[in-house]
């Protein structure tokens, strides 16, 4: 009984009531998942949970700054806001360039994305990996989530600003790279800072609640911004349309070789960015319209899509086409 009357609710809402958010993608229940195969069903008008995010935006600590690097690629060590000696006393070395990566809705410290990015760019690069772990609001639910990112990532910001402070680390040294609502996550970081570090990536930057949204990733965020987006579609999780100083559509960014689930295209924008880590092999192509995007007839100049280049800059859209399994 409880299953026929959710069935009609989803079914009368979809077609009936107008929508309350400022939303014109999705309708008021989407499915949605960052980090398992399992979809959660998503009310998109439910009320965000006030007292978690009072919390959240009292207390800093609900969030971990975890420090990687090629002396300590497994076990962390972790940093925080304002513990200066802590930060002399670790592995964190300014005169490295400092990769910060951001997970996704429903994940923590051990996602599969915080994995397998670390893995990939400690093994290119000589860097410091800083993990930021945001579970306590990642685990809540999507709209309470989407509602307390912004104050999430001006936190990262205003840590990022301590680092800058305690140890000179410059901020054009650093690369923000956020998956989902990760994405806008680090986009809200880069702000807090004046849009001075050097390179932001946003892998398949969540789509539900944030088109029309001011809080959202965007190109002045950083000195370059650069999007992957592989789930752009009409109900995808991805934003799907242009937000970012350069943004790459693989295989149009609606759907993707290999995938049969919104899951699977999803997370194969993070997969194809650690793939890039490593060897750097996937060119754009030029494209003048989201038309040309989808009808796969760019001819424009060629880009390089992700790889871990601190100093990468350009602009416009891109298409290219992978294959199904890694390296793709
Ligand atoms: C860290 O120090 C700065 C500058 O002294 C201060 O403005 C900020 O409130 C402190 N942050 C935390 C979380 O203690």
Request: net charge neutral.
């Amino acid at each position: 009984m409880k299953t026929l009357l959710y069935l009609c609710l989803v079914g009368f809402t979809a077609t009936t009531v107008p929508l309350k958010h400022d939303e014109v993608n999705y309708p008021r229940f989407v499915k949605l998942s960052d980090n398992d195969d399992v979809m959660q069903t998503v009310d998109l008008e439910e009320q965000p949970d006030t007292t978690l995010l009072e919390d959240i935006y009292r207390n800093p600590d609900n969030n971990r700054y975890l420090l990687y690097t090629r002396d300590n690629p497994l076990a962390p060590q972790t940093l925080q806001i304002n513990n200066t000696f802590g930060v002399f006393f670790s592995k964190f070395h300014a005169w490295k360039p400092t990769v910060v990566i951001a997970h996704g809705w429903l994940s923590d410290q051990n996602t599969e994305v915080n994995i397998a990015l670390t893995d990939a760019i400690l093994r290119k690069s000589n860097v410091n990996v800083i993990v930021m772990e945001w579970r306590r609001l990642a685990l809540s639910s999507y709209v309470t989530a989407v509602t307390g990112v912004p104050a999430v990532g001006r936190r990262l910001g205003q840590f990022l600003e301590f680092l800058h402070r305690a140890t000179g680390a410059p901020f054009e040294s650093m690369h923000l790279i956020g998956y989902s609502l990760g994405a806008h996550l680090v986009g809200n970081a880069g702000r807090e800072l004046g849009g001075r570090v050097a390179r932001i990536t946003g892998l398949d930057p969540a789509g539900p609640l944030w088109n029309l949204n001011s809080n959202r990733l965007r190109s002045s965020d950083g000195i370059y911004v650069e999007v992957i987006h592989t789930d752009g579609g009409v109900l995808g999780q991805g934003i799907g349309s242009a937000i970012a100083d350069a943004d790459f559509f693989p295989n149009g960014g609606v759907s993707q070789p290999g995938c049969l689930t919104s899951f699977c295209h999803h997370k194969r924008a993070w997969e194809l960015f650690a793939s890039s880590v490593t060897y750097d092999h996937f060119l754009g192509r030029e494209c003048s319209s989201m038309l040309q995007v989808s009808l796969n007839i760019c001819h424009g100049k060629i880009f390089k899509m992700g790889n871990g280049d601190i100093r990468k800059r350009g602009s416009g859209l891109y298409r290219l086409n992978t294959g199904r399994r890694y390296p793709f």
